[in-house]
């Protein structure tokens, strides 16, 4: 039976992107659809995936002194309600629970689209002076929100992530706390994900309901499209106010504490196929790849392959690699697409005639670049391909960025770049909200970003030639 | 304000034993109510001890093989229903989303209660080939159950778990997962928490909704209740009729697989306040407490005392362990108190005198020891003593345990021994449902297991005078 197994085919992304990406999906056995519309399983591939992102991304929270909370999935609707633009914001797409077991209840109660009213209605019980400042909270769970056309990891009804919360005795500390985070995330999509990402900071169109400000992290997929990576928002005292946090201050006044907030995805996992995938499957970063090494032993029905690879797995083990080996039935072939499909970073094969040489075969996935390594070396060249997998991926990444981003100035040559090249495309802008509704309607466009990096493209605005207050980023986005 | 301090007083358990647990939930900032009737809200320090609770088993699981995934939180009513004990057993907890935005939904959903519908649901579509088997999946994430009453972290409407499911080609090997997990289960709570427990079968009256077995690890807290720690469910195939789960045979024939489930919860964190503290406060076991070593410097305005303390804290850091140091400007009272509060397994102190001599004070929180160590010889001393901590209070649960076992071989006697002693009570069983009632009517209490370690303590049920058929645990349980 397994020896018939045929290599499961994939659309070509030139083909059909979206179809391309969901055969990924569902072939590399990453998610699958559940019976509830518009929910998704994570399967135990595409979960090893989340659990890496997620042992990576907690270590760096907590080296900067961010504690983990679990709070109530439920939130009666009358505490949602009591800041007006976050309800506003998100009260389309709440899922209610209205009936515990079989009696109605009083007040419905809301799945968490998100937590700023949980945290603030703790800490309006919890804190009290300025010595208990700051609280650095996040939390891992899940999120419902109502969408209404859904994609694996892009857009699903219940998503995973993590949300960071946090006060401050002042503005500058949560203004400092807003933007470590969004560096944080920014290290992490390219250190970790090999994702180069564009920072900056959202349009008031664009932010978080009921945030001062919105930092992102940008990232561009294989099919020049926009996406979002990771968000950062800065609150004031805004919320704090709302739900009555206060403390007493150093001037034994009661004060109100800034707040933050910022959160990412199971989306990444989207944002990594997307940036990195090609047309025999997955690409994966070492460093969150489930598998970062698999060998396969040739001809192993000879006398000592399959102990000489199976040392290999030992060898790579004891050097803290994630390791498998595969000595099924399934054909050479089967073998090798197999572990394409999956995005495996590194295959290394060891047959009879690499034995009397004292050697192995070391095959990238992202390149298919392949090195015949003397067996003495293997963990030293092992960690240096694993490291040249990376820096590749992320130097393709980084090119497709850099040629795909394009200076208009006007409506209609961004709209025009826009359709030949796809990308982002960056004018300059006077800040005004009718520009940014009129670039949607004729170019098709939303605001992705003001980068951080500003250039000067020009004096006035691509939209209305008033003049302009900055340089920003459009894109076309998931 | 802070020198003002005073030390948080707590009920003697002596006096009101139910107080005494809520003050240490509380004191100890484990957990806080929500503003959600029933709900409950992990604090950052209860928040930690779950998460090395967590990291530990999660270790465990995956030595054996099995894997983590994520199904979605709502279950259609109609896929719940498809196996009526299950259905039957859960129905009056469940809460139910009936709205999604401003919609109503044509099926209402359960907030999941259990997962074994959705596992099924997803193996009835992924599952092919017993080649695919065994499936060993888990998932860490919080359930509700419309409790009418809780308390913390022993019932709450919700609360956080582990639920292993996995499916097999056989009987046998679903029912040898079934008892290899209540061993990993029994080992978590000796090894790991210190805790005593009974290993032994549910009665067909207590066990798990839908299951054609149930095992269980119970154990005795300080008031001599008995708490329900982990139990390990055998399915036979029922639930795979229900849910067609099918899968091509060696005989190429299509079969139904046999399959398994098993939970463990933050009500751990009870069984840990409840077997260990004391009028102090929380008593952790080193192996899942957030903070494993507290060091208090004595005198720190003296010259060096700061520089000495810190310098323990890197050495102890370096050797792996979780240390913090308090040298804030509360006295060494409030801060010795605070930090048994806590639980903190090991304090060591270093102060001016210490230093001369070249040696620290280790004071341990179970019983209160002090030895005074050569500094040259900190980290093997902070080893020994930790480890001594753990053995001391696994003795005296051991002991509490041991001494709270009585045979009965009467009802009337069962009452008398419970009452005067609490603990459990032991007695021959004929296996008959009336007897359970009757028990439960005269004596108070319920059936705890049968333990896999059977005793002939006589020919007869101790409730009806038939012939008896198992040695069978009653207590009064949490």
Partial sequence: MAKDKKVEQITDMEVDFAQWYTDICRKAELVEYASVKGFTILRPYGYAIWENMQRIMDGEFKKTGHVNVAMPVLIPESLLKKEGELVQGFAPEVAWVTHGGSEELEERLAFRPTSETMFCDHWSRVLHSYRELPMLYNQWCSVIRWEKTTRPFLRSREFWWQEGHTIHETAEEARAETEQQLNCYADFFEKVLAIPVVRGRKTDKEKFAGAEATYTVECLMKDHKALQGATSHYFGDKFSRAYDVTFTGRDNKLQYPFQTSWGSTTRMIGAVIMAHGDNNGLVLPPAIAPIQVIVLPVAQHKPGVLEAANALVERLTAAGLRVKIDDSDNSMGW???????????????IGPRDMENGQCVLVRRNDGEKTVVALDTLESAVAQQLQLVHDGMFEKAKKNLDEHVFAASSIEEAKELQEKNGGFIKTMWCGDLQCELDMKEK??????????????????????????????YW????
């Avoid at 990096?453 to 302009?468: D, I």
């Avoid at 894109?475 to 998931?478: H, K």
């Fill in 443 to 472: 170019a098709g466009m939303s605001s992705r970003c003001i980068p951080f990096e500003q250039e000067k493209l020009g004096e006035v605005c691509a939209c209305c030639g008033k003049p302009a207050k900055h340089m920003i």
């Fill in 335 to 349: 073998k090798c697409a197999q572990y394409e499909m999956k995005g495996v970073p590194l295959r290394v094969e």
């Fill in 475 to 478: 894109g076309v986005a998931y």
